[in-house]
């Protein structure tokens, strides 16, 4: 799994070093520069504790899709003359990148969260089945409120 | 492939894009990348080291970056607003 998460990683690093070689604009070259040191920030924090890189990520999942989400919305409302279905498309894709970028790099973290919990548990004698359950479900309850903008604007559709 | 060798990319990727761009977020943000190669490269070579120092010194790396970052981009509107510009040649060229 840690390998898994070096390959997200690597991907992430050398799609954004490539758009930062070749993109002409400064905006989008930032995204670029942002892409990069996101994942050399989590390749050297996963070094040191896995532990803080999990909160980090599930920190940034939860406020930058939002961020993505609701900044999508005010410029498809304040920009009506814009081709309404490109603009949806390229906010939908952004945000389903940033989702999925968070999601796989923080999978890939169970093992050695597990490992830490395990380890912890045995020194304490605690029921280590029931603890480990109990710290899935919360933070996969936590890494869903990233995705909540996504679930309601389905269900305000349909 | 390892760290090390993203680290070469980095680095070459960062170094080739300051030699040929023109404009100074452009060339800023190319450093930076190549000093992320760095930074990546001093972490995975001090798994090998174990020196105390080593993790700090990339960490800080890291830290000197972002700031670097922030500091260009502060600057880089400011010269706009002054020069009307953000290429480097035209600077050189200014009068005045």
Same mark, same amino acid.
């Given at each position: 799994m840690e390998t898994f998460f070096l390959i997200i990683q690597t991907c992430f690093a050398i799609?954004?070093?490539g758009v930062v070689l070749f993109v002409r604009e400064p905006q989008r070259a930032v995204f670029g520069f942002l892409m990069v040191f996101l994942s050399v920030a989590s390749v050297m924090i996963a070094q040191?504790?896995?532990? &803080?890189?999990?909160?980090?990520l599930i920190l940034g999942f939860g406020v930058i899709t939002p961020w993505?989400?609701?900044? @999508?919305?005010q410029r498809f409302n304040k920009e009506p003359t814009q081709p309404l279905d490109t603009h949806l498309g390229i906010s939908r894709i952004l945000l389903l990148?940033?989702?999925?970028?968070?999601l796989l790099s923080i999978l890939p973290l169970w093992p050695s969260?597990?490992?830490? &919990?395990?380890k912890s548990t045995a020194a304490n004698n605690h029921p280590s089945l029931s603890l480990w359950a109990v710290y899935? @479900?919360?933070i996969f309850l936590v890494s869903v409120t990233g995705l909540l903008p996504f679930i309601i604007r389905q269900r305000s559709r349909s | 492939m390892s760290l090390g060798w993203i680290a070469i990319a980095l680095m070459t990727m960062g170094v080739l894009g300051a030699l040929f761009r023109r404009q100074m977020i452009m060339v800023s943000l190319n450093i930076d990348v190549a000093l992320?190669?760095?930074?990546?490269a001093i972490l995975h070579g001090n798994q090998q080291w174990q020196h105390p120092w080593g993790d700090a010194i990339a960490f800080g790396l890291l830290a000197l970056?972002?700031?670097h970052q922030l500091v260009m981009f502060i600057l880089a509107q400011f010269l706009f607003e002054k020069l009307k510009t953000t290429q480097l040649g035209a600077w050189r060229n200014l009068r005045g």
């Open positions: 799609g954004g070093g040191q504790s896995p532990w &803080i890189l999990c909160l980090i993505i989400y609701i900044k @999508g919305v990148l940033v989702s999925a970028y968070f969260l597990l490992s830490d &919990i395990q899935l @479900g919360a | 992320l190669g760095v930074a990546l970056v972002l700031i």
